[in-house]
């Protein structure tokens, strides 16, 4: 299996058409597919959210030459590379090492089963309103979950994600039966908006600003903030599981438990 191989396959779950369409309407910036190319035959991939140097010594521990991550391994231009700077580093260390390096980031975060999709599906529910609809994908739902107090609910997610550091704003016993969702760093006014006008309860997110969680509150919205590695890599594993079958190659998934 060569690189581009890879990258169709991968590419049946969120093709890199999603995330062009993403940035067109939300303007955004991605820099989603092959990032490094070692022209070597794929002998093992390793699944990791990030490429770290935690990451990248797995994939050498397991004799895997191609790392596929969600966040973008190289995201703004480069303008040199030096030991002194850590991704390019790392990056660097990827070529010295024939590692393959294919990032998929807003293409998997909308994709019809990407990692909003499992994010609203973790969060309790099943099918939902979408805030941003694009040309083979969504992102940003709201959906009727089981109803509970706040607290129960916050609970509810922190096992489900597997993360202690999950903080919530609100009264602890406001009932809970409708969310809103949006995968990593996804609140601005328009889904705060959004999670207002289908009479969202609690509106869940990662790095939330405290004029949002303000707004919010001043709505009756509760807030719900989980970290933005938790939220992504529940996920991210999901669409690993459902690609291993398909894989004629050895793969792994790489977790960095201090980040849940």
Not at 3 to 8: A, C, K, T
Not at 61 to 89: M, R, W
Not at 188 to 214: C, M, P, R, T, Y
Request: aromatic fraction near 10%.
């Amino acid at each position: 299996m060569k690189s581009v191989e890879l990258l169709h396959l991968l590419e049946c779950v969120g093709p890199l058409s999603v995330s062009e369409d993403f940035c067109k309407k939300c303007h955004a910036y991605d820099n989603s597919g092959i990032l490094v190319d070692s022209g070597e035959e794929i002998n093992g991939i390793l699944f990791s959210l990030d490429l770290s140097q935690n990451s990248l010594n797995r994939a050498k521990e397991l004799g895997f030459n191609a790392i596929v991550t969600h966040h973008p391994a190289i995201f703004g231009p480069l303008s040199s590379v030096s030991v002194c700077d850590y991704k390019s580093k790392l990056i660097a260390e990827c070529i010295r090492s024939g590692i393959t390096v294919i990032s998929m980031h807003l293409n998997f975060d909308a994709a019809p089963e990407g990692i909003d999709y499992y994010m609203m599906r973790g969060l309790g529910g099943s099918a939902g309103k979408t805030s941003v609809k694009l040309e083979g994908g969504a992102y940003g739902r709201v959906y009727d979950v089981e109803p509970d107090k706040l607290c129960n609910y916050v609970e509810y997610i922190k096992a489900n994600f597997n993360s202690k550091r999950v903080i919530y704003y609100g009264d602890a016993d406001k009932k809970v039966a409708r969310a809103a969702s949006f995968c990593g760093a996804g609140c601005d006014d328009s889904a705060i908006d959004f999670a207002d006008g289908e009479n969202a309860d609690v509106f869940i997110s990662s790095d939330l600003k405290h004029h949002q969680i303000s707004a919010l509150l001043a709505r009756g919205i509760a807030v719900v903030i989980v970290t933005h590695y938790a939220a992504e890599n529940y996920g991210f594993n999901k669409i690993y599981n459902k690609l291993i079958e398909e894989l004629n190659v050895p793969a792994a998934f790489y977790c960095d438990e201090s980040m849940l």
